[in-house]
C-alpha cells in the first residue's frame, strides 16, 4: 500500500515539475495540503536522494534536481518508503530472507511477490512526472 508519506512526496514533485522556478515548502505544503513540517521532513529525503536542490536566501526554494521526463514514480518511492517489493525476500534491493522463512528455494509465495514487484516496478520505472502530467501511461 501506498504511504500517506509517498504520496505525498508525489504530489509534491509533481507541483515542482509544474514550477519554473525554485518553490518554497510553504508554498508546495499550502498548495497541496500538506502539513508543512511533515512536508519538510519529505523534501529532506528528496534532497538526500538528489532528486531536489534547496537553494537559500530571498529567491530560495526547492526545484527538481533533474528534468520530470527523467524522474520515474518509482525513484520518488523507494526515496522516501524504500523497495518497491512487498516483502524482503522479493526485493531486488534489500534482499534478505523474510522473518519466519523455512527456505527461499522451496517458497511458494516468494515467486507471485516477485512476479508482482516485477510488475510493479515496470510500471512505476516507466511512469515519469513528465508522463503522469501529461495523463500519459506507457505501455509496460
Not at 500500500?1 to 522556478?21: C, K, P
Not at 534532497?47 to 521526463?69: E, H, I, N, Q
Not at 509465495?109 to 516485477?118: G, K, Q, S, T
Amino acid at each position: 500500500m501506498l504511504s500517506q508519506r509517498s504520496r505525498h512526496a508525489l504530489h509534491a514533485m509533481l507541483y515542482l515539475a509544474r514550477q519554473t522556478g525554485s518553490t518554497t515548502a510553504a508554498e508546495i505544503a499550502q498548495a497541496e495540503a500538506i502539513p508543512r513540517k511533515f512536508l519538510e521532513q519529505i523534501m529532506a529525503q528528496l534532497k538526500a536522494r538528489a532528486l531536489v536542490v534547496g537553494k537559500r536566501g530571498p529567491s530560495g526554494g526547492y526545484v527538481l534536481a533533474k528534468p520530470a521526463a527523467e524522474i520515474s514514480f518509482a525513484e520518488v518511492l523507494r526515496a522516501i518508503d524504500g523497495p518497491l517489493a512487498l516483502a524482503p525476500c522479493a526485493s531486488q534491493t534489500a534482499f534478505r530472507p523474510c522473518p519466519d522463512c523455512r527456505s527461499i528455494e522451496t517458497c511458494e509465495i516468494r515467486p507471485v511477490l516477485i512476479a508482482v514487484r516485477d510488475a510493479t516496478a515496470a510500471r512505476l520505472e516507466g511512469t515519469s512526472l513528465a508522463d503522469a502530467l501529461a495523463g500519459v501511461l506507457a505501455p509496460v
